[in-house]
């Protein structure tokens, strides 16, 4: 069964620190792996797209890691913000006309 | 252009009654999606649209739900006697598929629904 597992669940953590979300995926075959950052009650907002090929892809404070072999990904963000407060979901496609979505890890930073 | 817009982004109905939204896809986007979520779920799919044919529809979509895109550009959701665990947020996506962008899809702000 396709699926994408994401940890953590949740994750609290100070302004101006670092951290790291990560996604595990069963999907098969795979075409691409994407991370997108929805905030609460709103649509979920595109951060990065990475193919079989890309190993990092960056946007800003967030760069994203793929390692396919291992089938994991993870987002890692620099120098949080107060804005960076939402959930961040793993998506993976595996070519074809859906996408398998994770549940997300819901992040809040403090002041 | 000022993205995937969906209305109404509320609605609260009573069990039984239909509702229907609509989303506006980016202008010129070919494909057009229509995916479920909950409360502290991922989005799960629900159909989706290349120009006005219905491609794909999910076992989730029973026969109470419709969905059309009758001209290719808009399209409708609708729900027909409403049950409690309709209750969801409804996002409409889209993409342009056959570009360099195909890969990146568009959400809007999502349709919430609360059945009472």
């Known amino acids: 069964k396709n699926q994408v597992e994401q940890s953590p669940q949740s994750l609290i953590i100070l302004e101006g620190k670092n951290c790291t979300l990560q996604c595990n995926y069963t999907v098969s075959p795979f075409s691409n792996l994407r991370w997108y950052k929805q905030d609460t009650g709103r649509g979920p907002v595109s951060l990065t797209i990475m193919t079989f090929s890309e190993n990092t892809k960056s946007n800003g404070r967030y760069t994203a890691t793929l390692d396919a072999d291992t089938k994991q990904s993870s987002l890692h963000i620099t120098a949080s913000q107060l804005s960076d407060s939402a959930s961040y979901i793993c998506?993976?496609?595996?070519?074809?006309?859906?996408?398998?979505f994770g549940a997300g890890t819901i992040l809040r930073v403090k002041s | 252009d000022t993205g995937v817009s969906q209305n109404p982004r509320h609605k609260i109905t009573k069990r039984g009654q239909n509702v229907t939204f609509r989303c506006d896809p980016i202008s010129e986007h070919n494909r057009l999606y229509w995916y479920r979520q909950t409360l502290g779920q991922g989005p799960e799919f629900l159909t989706y649209f290349q120009n006005e044919a219905q491609l794909e529809k999910s076992r989730l979509l029973s026969d109470r739900f419709s969905a059309e895109r009758p001209k290719g550009s808009f399209s409708t959701l609708e729900i027909q006697r409403t049950e409690q665990g309709d209750s969801a947020m409804y996002l409409c996506a889209s993409s342009l598929v056959g570009t360099g962008d195909g890969n990146t899809i568009y959400f809007g702000e999502g349709s919430w629904l609360t059945v009472v």
């Open positions: 998506v993976v496609s595996d070519g074809g006309n859906k996408l398998v």
